[in-house]
Structure formats: C-alpha cells, structure tokens
C-alpha cells in the first residue's frame, strides 16, 4: 500500500505562506540539515502579515525554511546558475512542488529535485532589514 501524498499546506507552519511565488535565495545542504533561505510569500492569514511593499504584488518575509535531522539527501538536476538582479542578489527561482511522499519530502524548483529524509520542515522568519 502506498502512502498518501501529503502536500505543504498541510504540513505544521506551512497553513498561510504560498511557496510558488516565493524565491529561493539560498540552498545550504551540510550533514544533517538542509536549508533553503527565501523570499517568502506570507497569506493575509499569516500572523506576520503586512501589506505589499510599493509596487510588490505580495507580502514577502526573509525566512528559512530547514530540514532538520536529515538521515539520507538526494539532490538532482543541480547546474542551473542563479539568476542576478541589479543589486547583485542571486534568485534561484520559485518552489515547483514540496511535499511529503510517505518517506521523504520532495522539493523542486530550477534549481533541480532533492528527496530528503528528515524530521518535518520548519520556517523560521528572519528579521526584516
């Protein structure tokens, strides 16, 4: 019997951000953990809510999203260089998909697919500049 695919929104913490306009800044993969540091999209719900910035269609928030305890990491597709904007920030694009498959959590975007075995996500907001 297979397991039932569990998708992000379902996932503890992940109720009132929108990962597909969000940007990825970052991806850090050390042993044991697996971060990805990003521009992320916050819902009206979201406690942290605000309205958009001039000329910004949402309410971004500087976060993190990590994958502690990480037991097994396979990462595919890498190569794709970031995209740089005038000020010299690196965009690695948007989430396509991250979601629970019974036995890890797949995440993919431009910047390729990784499957990790770990303990459930958490996003932590960062303190805004």
């Known amino acids: 019997m297979s397991a039932e695919k569990v ?3 379902e996932l503890d913490g992940f109720t009132d951000v929108y990962l597909e306009d969000s940007f ?4 850090r993969a050390t042993p044991g953990h697996l971060t990805f540091e990003v521009e ?3 819902t009206p719900r979201h406690p942290a809510y605000h309205p958009p910035a001039p000329g910004e269609q949402a309410c971004y928030a500087r976060a993190t999203i990590q994958f502690p305890q990480v037991r097994e990491l396979v990462w595919s597709g890498q190569g794709t260089p970031p995209a740089v904007d005038a000020s010299g920030s690196k965009d690695y694009g948007g989430f396509d998909a991250l979601f629970w498959n019974g036995s890890a ?10 499957d990790v075995s770990s303990a459930v996500p958490v996003i932590r907001l960062l303190p805004r500049t």
């Open 7 to 9: 998708e992000y929104q």
């Open 105 to 114: 959590f797949h995440v993919e975007g431009d910047w390729g697919v990784i």
């Open 24 to 27: 990825v800044l970052e991806i």
């Open 40 to 42: 992320l999209v916050l």
